[in-house]
């Protein structure tokens, strides 16, 4: 939904109370963690945790609750949800200057042996794509270019919007438009780290979003996704309050 990254319809979201007042309360749930002397103290440990959990929870979200990497079907997407958030870090200094070579990585990281050589990184060139969530009301290719345009747009001219919204915007364009034939849900779900980390919010990637969206409930997530979808002021507001919801229900899982 392109459209919601115009200015104009921008300005109306930031005017409304509900979505000003969603995004602080969840600055200042993630602020609270970062904060924390136990968790500075073990930083790479807390960051190691994060980034384990933050895959497992990933790959539950498109039902591979698995214990360990192998070689099934399952086993293999919790590998792919695992290579992503471990590459999260050394992809944050590119996202705000080139992000749609940093989603080009990221699939071609996630979607290694699930589809062909050829089409790693690529976005998808027919109109049938994934949908672990069964999202359904899947964009025509047609608006893959102009969606993911707008997107690049956004995250390297708007570094006035408030961080959490930005990453709620990147997120839900990438669940919406499903750009990739595989993997479009593990992409999306990595790149709110990256957008955190690279708007200052969470540097050190402690907190766990992943988390908050497994336990907001698939149904839940879902219709945030259809909502976001109907490019409505309403239907948008309603995605944001959501995903604000989620990460600061990622910050309070952060354990030492």
């Known amino acids: 939904m392109s459209q919601v990254f115009q200015p104009q319809f921008l300005e109306q ?32 440990e807390v960051a190691a945790a994060s980034s384990e959990r933050g895959a497992r929870a990933s ?9 360990v990497v192998d070689d099934s079907p399952m086993g293999r997407v919790l590998g792919s949800a695992r290579m992503l958030t471990e590459a999260v870090p050394g992809q944050v200094d590119t996202w705000g200057k080139a992000p749609l070579q940093v989603i080009a990585h990221l699939h071609a990281l996630a979607s290694t042996g699930f589809e062909p050589a050829e ?34 747009s956004l995250v390297t001219r708007r570094a006035d919007l408030p961080g959490l919204l930005t990453a709620a915007l990147v997120h839900h364009e990438i669940l919406w438009l499903r750009p990739f034939a595989w993997g479009s849900g593990l992409v999306g779900r990595a790149l709110v780290r990256c957008v955190l980390a690279d708007r200052g919010l969470d540097p050190s990637l402690f907190t766990i979003p992943e988390h908050g969206f497994v336990e907001s409930g698939r149904p839940a997530y879902v219709q945030a996704i259809r909502n976001y979808g109907t490019g409505t002021i309403d239907g948008v507001a309603e995605s944001v309050l959501w995903f604000a919801t989620a990460c600061a229900m990622g910050a309070a899982a952060v354990t030492v």
Do not use: K
């Open 119 to 152: 089409t790693l990184g690529r976005p998808r060139a027919t109109d049938e794509a994934d949908d672990p969530l069964r999202i359904g009301q899947l964009p025509a290719t047609s608006a893959l270019a102009p969606g993911l345009m707008a997107l690049s």
């Open 59 to 67: 790959a539950t979200i498109d039902g591979a609750d698995v214990v």
């Open 13 to 44: 979201l930031l005017a409304r109370d509900d979505v000003n007042a969603a995004l602080t309360a969840a600055r200042d749930d993630i602020d609270a963690v970062l904060w924390r002397r136990d968790i500075r103290a073990a930083a790479n």
